[in-house]
């Protein structure tokens, strides 16, 4: 007879070994893309947890979420330090700060398993359910932070051909349930592997449906990538070299549609419209050509007037997009009148740009219409949704460079991958110096620029139609399936209570 694995942190502190495990989980996200790592990592995580009060468990949780964050988004603390302008100190504390809450959500998830567990099959179900829960719990609560979701590790194939059926968080529960049935299986209880030989079995021919088709004619475009310091970009006086920068970029490329980075011109739009914007209107004229370039819509002599981080639109057909989800602490400041006189003791800069809380509907753009998003936003599903299904194409600008030579853009491309998987459409990014890319709508990167150089990328994209199922859902069935499975637990819970001895 088969004995039962034993953990190989017997004997080792079980929140250390929390946050190792926590840490070693970022291997499977980008740059590193070791998917394996992701099912493996839960199911050490899911043994720490077997037999334990909530308490040991929020512990052992958040020591696992600390590793997650610590390693995964150090380049917080670079933004803040290097480019923030707050002392070092300063930086720290907050990062540790941002970390810990971040670290928090995944103690809650854990306390709640060890809450509901009962030592049975379901039990590998429950702990996905609520893992995945406090994900997307962690994507939307104040303004969310849905970043390195467990989902984001399978932006490769075959299993992002999950991604236009369940989304993300879909993806997610596929891999911490699988990484929850093997460790069972190590514990003896070998059946509960069946679903996973059967969703492993299924999901090869899921790469075979397609739920969009191609409309229209392939479209040309040109990425142009400018790779301009952060420190040097809103100095004064540096515009015209930033502009003329842009400029010879662009007459290199010969794609219909151009597309610059976000706040590619440091500039207020009112201040652009007697030379550069008649430029650029020029050019679109004599070329047939159309332009989306980055700047600042707003009145700079009007102090109380909103501010949009914006992207103009100049061509045959002009127009704007206004970020609509903010960065906070870095794109405005939350509770100011709490946090203002903080930030005024400390001297610390703070932009303060005005969300868009109106409708963005795609922008027309060479014969396609165009959904944007501006950098963060990629995060958010729902924000790309909102344009589907009039978008044929979707584009996202950026400016990577406010994280130095970090994982951050590749964190973020990963992400952008998902996006266009769940969308089912062509995705054009171009960055300042990032990862200036184009992802098939199947989620594959079909090109892209080496970072940290300018250069221009010129594409061929395919505008699309149609939804997925996510498209039309979003992520309320897997949501309610989630919070099913969380309630059958409760429910057997309670009923084991009432049980006789």
């Not at 964050?69 to 803040?80: N, R």
Request: charged residues 15%; glycine residues 12%; positive net charge.
């Amino acid at each position: 007879m088969l004995k039962k694995a034993k953990w190989p942190v017997s004997g080792f502190p079980r929140w250390l070994a929390a946050f190792l495990v926590g840490a070693a989980l970022n291997l499977a996200f980008a740059p590193y893309r070791q998917i394996w790592v992701a099912p493996l990592a839960l199911a050490i995580l899911y043994g720490l947890l077997k037999g334990v009060r909530a308490r040991a468990a929020f512990g052992r949780g958040c020591a696992f979420g600390a590793g997650l964050f610590a390693f995964g988004v150090p380049w917080i603390y670079l933004t803040l330090s290097r480019f923030g302008g707050m002392p070092a100190a300063a930086a720290a504390l907050a990062c540790g700060l941002f970390i810990a809450i971040l670290a928090f959500y995944a103690g809650l998830a854990c306390a709640a398993f060890a809450r509901l567990q009962s030592g049975d099959g379901l039990d590998p179900w429950l702990f996905a359910a609520i893992w995945v829960l406090g994900e997307w719990v962690r994507g939307v609560f104040l303004t969310g932070f849905p970043w390195l979701d467990v989902g984001y590790a399978a932006s490769a194939p075959p299993l992002m051909a999950w991604a236009p059926l369940v989304g993300v968080l879909g993806l997610s529960f596929i891999l911490t349930v699988s990484g929850a049935l093997v460790a069972e299986a190590l514990r003896g209880r070998w059946r509960g592997l069946l679903p996973v030989f059967l969703m492993a079995g299924v999901t090869p021919a899921l790469a075979g449906l397609s739920f969009v088709h191609r409309v229209g004619a392939p479209i040309t475009a040109s990425l142009i990538q400018g790779d301009v310091l952060p420190t040097a970009k809103w100095h004064p006086g540096t515009l015209r070299i930033i502009a003329r920068r842009y400029l010879r970029l662009t007459g290199e490329s010969d794609g219909r549609l151009v597309i610059w980075p976000e706040t590619a011109i440091p500039a207020y739009s009112h201040q652009l419209r007697r030379g550069f914007i008649p430029t650029m209107q020029r050019l679109a004229r004599i070329g047939g050509r159309h332009f989306l370039f980055g700047l600042v819509e707003g009145n700079a002599h009007d102090p109380r007037g909103p501010v949009y981080n914006a992207v103009m639109s100049i061509g045959r057909h002009d127009g704007f997009y206004r970020k609509r989800h903010l960065v906070p602490f870095g794109e405005y400041l939350p509770w100011p009148s709490v946090l203002g006189p903080v930030l005024d003791i400390l001297h610390i800069p703070m932009a303060s740009f005005t969300p868009w809380h109106g409708a963005e509907p795609p922008l027309p753009a060479a014969h396609a219409r165009i959904g944007l998003t501006i950098c963060y936003e990629i995060a958010y599903g729902s924000l790309v949704t909102q344009g589907l299904p009039g978008a044929t194409l979707l584009a996202n600008v950026s400016d990577d460079s406010w994280y130095g030579h970090s994982n951050e853009a590749a964190q973020q491309l990963e992400i952008a991958q998902l996006r266009a998987a769940e969308a089912g459409r062509d995705m054009l990014i171009a960055t300042n110096d990032g990862m200036t890319a184009m992802i098939g709508h199947t989620g594959r990167i079909r090109a892209r620029l080496a970072p940290f150089r300018e250069g221009v990328l010129t594409v061929v994209a395919e505008p699309y139609a149609g939804l997925t199922p996510y498209d039309r859902f979003g992520h309320t069935g897997v949501l309610a399936a989630l919070m099913l499975v969380v309630a059958a637990a409760g429910w057997r819970r309670r009923r084991g209570r009432r049980l006789p001895a």
